[in-house]
Nanobody, 118 residues
Framework: QVQLVESGGGLVQAGGSLRLSCAASGRTFDMHAMGWFRQAPGKEREFVASISWSGGNTYYPDFVKGRFTISRDNAKNTVYLQMNSLNVEDTAVYYC???????????WGQGTQVTVSS
């Protein structure tokens, strides 16, 4: 069992930045990767970024276009998502996820709201 708690969401103007945090607890010793997804009202959940826990390999979809950066702090069992140059289309609930090598994205956080105003 893994518990994930996101924080750092809020309201920001277009062009601004936010840093999201996700703290993991529980069965974290064999986690393979952690990542971020987002979901806007009426839209499907989409992948934002991921990072392998041990190696630190990162993956991003094309729509991020270099604006977002995922990082980790092993000592704190925490993953971060630095979001720069935010636009209104980035408005969504952002979810942290984690999983094992044979069961990716097994656990999910409660989500944190990110709202970007024009």
């Amino acid at each position: 069992q893994v518990q994930l708690v996101e924080s750092g969401g809020g309201l920001v103007q277009a062009g601004g930045s936010l840093r999201l945090s996700c703290a993991a607890s529980g069965r974290t010793f064999d986690m393979h990767a952690m990542g971020w997804f987002r979901q806007a009202p009426g839209k499907e959940r989409e992948f934002v970024a991921s990072i392998s826990w041990s190696g630190g390999n990162t993956y991003y979809p094309d729509f991020v276009k270099g604006r977002f950066t995922i990082s980790r702090d092993n000592a704190k069992n925490t993953v971060y998502l630095q979001m720069n140059s935010l636009n209104v289309e980035d408005t969504a609930v952002y979810y942290c996820a984690a999983g094992y090598i044979d069961f990716p994205w097994r656990y999910w956080g409660q989500g944190t709201q990110v709202t970007v105003s024009s």
